[in-house]
């Protein structure tokens, strides 16, 4: 699987930005997807994620209520949607993806076998 995120950019505090990630292949109905963000000098963490069939979800508390994740199987992508953003988000973006038979959705970088180069999110104050 191959992974290709979009969207990011340079946005003031408050504004929104809705990245995508695409990927290839014919099974991507068959895969848990996540999103994870690093911002310099931290280690990457967990943003959201979403089971194969887009049924379930999870959130790092840090975003709760203001990113929504969400996929488009037929589209073979995969959304977060970022509103009301802070200074603190700013971060590289990082798209993954984990072949699942559930519809589990993880929050561990552990756990995802696949992931994309990244997307830049710069939110200024």
């Known amino acids: 699987v191959q992974l290709v995120e979009s969207g990011g950019g340079l946005v003031q505090a408050g504004g929104s930005l809705r990245l995508s990630c695409a990927a290839s292949?014919?099974?991507?109905?068959?895969?848990?997807m996540g999103w994870f963000r690093q911002a310099p000098g931290k280690e990457r963490e967990f943003v959201a994620a979403?089971?194969?069939?887009?049924?379930?979800?999870n959130y790092a508390d840090s975003v709760k209520g203001r990113f929504t994740i969400s996929r488009d199987n037929a589209k073979n992508t995969v959304y977060l949607q970022m509103n009301s953003l802070k200074p603190e988000d700013t971060a590289v973006y990082y798209c993954?993806?984990?072949?699942?038979?559930?519809?589990?959705?993880?929050?561990?970088?552990?756990?995802?076998?696949?992931w994309g180069q990244g997307t830049q999110v710069t939110v200024s104050s």
């Open positions: 979403i089971g194969r069939s887009g049924g379930r979800t």
């Open positions: 993954a993806a984990v072949y699942f038979s559930g519809s589990y959705a993880p929050p561990k970088e552990y756990e995802y076998a696949y």
């Open positions: 292949g014919r099974t991507f109905s068959s895969y848990a």
